[in-house]
């Protein structure tokens, strides 16, 4: 893969973590004024499973060794790869992207080889037009668009009663797992981008996570049914709320506010003072008004790019 001069490709090495996060970290500071995701973001997706450091990810290093650009592509479902990547800004403009690109369009052929219509999914930030025009180039399209949110959090949180009828508790690890994947799989069903996924992998994959926290798990009954969870974590300073759903004959009533509301003051009594989570931008079910009456505005924007491999480039 042709680089510029004084640059050179390899493969990363688990010690790399602090450096790749490093070049991330650069990126968000320069996109958003504050890391969003940094180490512990990458930590995770490294230690995801089905992820393969060795044969699904590239780093880019500069004349002194230093890294200075990111790749990576993995499958996530059978007929889907995705993948992301960063230039740190120091180093762009010099054809590192579109080397790196090249490579995860690669990596994606390979795993999709053989499929009527795969497809190749890459995420970038919204409003980088150089990136949009390397995608273009090769063939992918804008599909959908997203946002992180953030509430401020200055002390204690006072989450206020549940509606009436509803009862929201902390979770009983491993206990209540399958409540919990039963409610998110079935509150997500008509998302873009969702596939159905196996509790056990779904647990495997949650549980194994560093990040994970059954204390910041929350699950809502009506009637002593499930109705409602809610997946939360901390990175570092920030916390994360990562699914959020209500099942849709339990909707309107206010479960989905409670719930956030009781994860805002579970992270504010562990000294917390953002709670940041990722919305579909285009979410039918109302998530981003919701999110907004709680408080939450929007701190950074980033796009989902597609190419349908073989087959139809239709949908």
């Known amino acids: 893969m042709a680089l510029p001069a004084g640059y050179r490709l390899r493969t990363p090495a688990p010690g790399d973590l602090g450096a790749v996060a490093d070049v991330l970290i650069a990126d968000e500071l320069g996109q958003a004024g504050q890391i969003v995701l940094g180490m512990d973001f990458v930590r995770d997706e490294w230690g995801r499973a089905g992820f393969d450091l060795a044969a699904d990810a590239w780093v880019v290093t500069g004349g002194a060794g230093a890294i200075v650009g990111y790749v990576q592509a993995m499958r996530e479902e059978p007929a889907v790869v995705e993948s992301w990547g960063v230039v740190h800004p ?20 390979r795993l999709l080889a053989g499929l009527p219509a ?8 919204a409003g980088d037009q150089a990136a949009a025009a390397l ?7 804008p599909v959908r668009h997203f946002w992180h949110m953030q509430i401020d959090l200055t002390g204690p949180v006072e989450p206020g009663p549940a509606p009436e009828g509803v009862e929201i508790t902390a979770i009983e690890s491993p206990t209540d797992l399958p409540a919990v994947h039963g409610v998110i799989e079935e509150a ?15 647990a495997e994959e949650l549980t194994g996570s560093p990040s994970y926290d059954p204390a910041l798990w929350l699950l809502a009954r009506v009637a002593g049914q499930p109705a409602g969870a809610l997946i ?8 994360w709320v990562d699914d959020l759903g209500v099942l849709a004959a339990c909707r309107g009533h206010g479960t989905g506010m409670a719930l956030l509301r009781r994860s805002f003051a579970a992270f504010a009594d562990r000294g917390v003072r953002r709670v940041i989570l990722n919305v579909d931008a285009g979410n039918s079910t109302g998530a981003t008004a919701l999110y907004e009456r709680a408080g939450m505005r929007v701190i950074n924007r980033w796009d989902v790019w597609e190419r349908v491999l073989g087959g139809s480039r239709g949908g």
């Open 90 to 109: 120091g180093h762009r403009g010099r054809g590192i992207g579109s080397s790196l690109m090249d490579l995860a369009g690669e990596r994606a052929s």
């Open 118 to 125: 795969g497809r190749f999914r890459h995420a970038i930030n």
């Open 135 to 141: 995608l273009q180039a090769r063939g992918l399209r």
């Open 188 to 202: 997500f069903a008509d998302h873009w981008g969702h596939h159905a996924e196996p509790f056990d992998r779904w």
């Open 232 to 239: 939360g974590h901390v990175w570092g300073d920030r916390g």
